[in-house]
């Protein structure tokens, strides 16, 4: 059986899918031209992350497809129902990057509560000329220990977060549709284990109450942060957003951030990705990614080896 990984894949996943007896396909096709590419060369399966799209159209135009992998989480670039509805497999990998992109929204928290983000962008421009001018503009850092993190949406990276803040002694409040209330486990380094049970609240008390607030909620077909949800925000919050670019209002918070409402904003995700507005790439008060919540070596591993074994268990 023939599988297509067209935006990139962990070798230890190409490993175990060539070891469970598949012939593996590692280029990258061009979106226009994926159709006549997969129907010649028979692709059984393909695997994407978030670059290429599978359509409807797509699917329809490539009877040999069996199956459609999702290296990561997000399966907004895929027609799943039409896919399954069609008798295809379509498989992600929910569990492999929560603490990577859980880690990826401390990095900007500790970097924007000391100013990295505008530091790193003076210092190389007027470190040397004007040192004793930018110690002075960043000296009003805070601790992130004893604030309020506020979690919207308590999935597997919502509950990563939550870890991470609690073992930094933060608070941690939490809304979410579904869920009412949920445990979360620590892991320390001698196999010591402590369970804390999460209450989650109305969005409105996180929106009240957090010093910062961040989102992981999967893309939605409304924005769930805009100017209403930035007026009710404690003044000087702090926003991160690594879920997906559609659910923050982009020109809401570049205005929020003008106003002083919101001091600093984290953003690994855009509305129009790959192209940014410009608006919030040249924004002192943001600190950029580009889409990298699941780009570390752990996460990408896990996530190789985890859709191998579901494809093998599928196909093989
Ligand atoms: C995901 O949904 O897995 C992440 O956003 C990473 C990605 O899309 O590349």
Redesign the pocket.
């Given at each position: 059986m023939k599988i297509l990984i067209n935006d990139g894949f962990s070798k230890s996943g190409i490993d175990a899918l060539e070891k469970g007896g598949f012939k593996v396909i590692n280029v990258k096709v061009a979106q226009n031209q994926l159709e006549n590419y997969i129907n010649e060369h028979t692709i059984d399966a393909i695997i994407v992350?978030?670059a290429t799209q599978v359509r409807q159209e797509l699917i329809e135009a490539c009877p040999s497809l069996k199956l459609i992998g999702?290296?990561?989480?997000?399966l907004d670039n895929i027609d799943v129902e039409y896919a399954e509805d069609n008798g295809l497999h379509v498989i992600?990998?929910p569990m492999a990057?929560s603490s990577s992109?859980a880690e990826l929204v401390f990095a900007h928290l500790f970097g924007g509560v000391r100013f990295l983000h505008s530091s790193n962008r003076e210092m190389p421009l007027e470190g040397d000329s004007r040192f004793k001018e930018l110690k002075k503009a960043y000296s009003q850092g805070i601790e992130l220990r004893g604030k309020t993190i506020g979690i919207i949406g308590f999935g597997k990276i919502g509950k990563e977060v939550a870890k991470i803040a609690i073992g930094l002694g933060m608070k941690v409040l939490v809304t979410d549709n579904q869920i009412i209330s949920a445990p979360i486990t620590l892991d320390f380094f001698n196999g010591q284990k402590t369970t804390f049970t999460i209450e989650t609240v109305d969005k409105s008390e996180v929106l009240k109450n957090s010093d910062f607030i961040t989102l992981h909620v999967p893309d939605q077909d409304n924005y769930i942060i805009t100017a209403t949800e930035f007026e009710k925000m404690k003044d000087g919050v702090g926003i991160i957003n690594?879920?997906?670019g559609g659910i923050l209002h982009e020109v809401d918070l570049v205005k929020a951030i003008e106003s002083g409402k919101v001091q600093f904003a984290g953003l690994d995700?855009f509305e129009t990705e790959p192209t940014p507005a410009v608006q919030l790439l040249m924004n002192p008060e943001i600190s950029l990614t580009p889409?990298i919540?699941?780009?570390t070596k752990e996460a990408q591993d896990k996530i190789g080896l985890e859709l191998a074994k579901q494809i093998i268990e599928l196909l093989g």
């Open positions: 992350r978030s999702r290296a990561g989480v997000g992600n990998t990057s992109v690594t879920a997906r995700v889409h919540g699941a780009a």
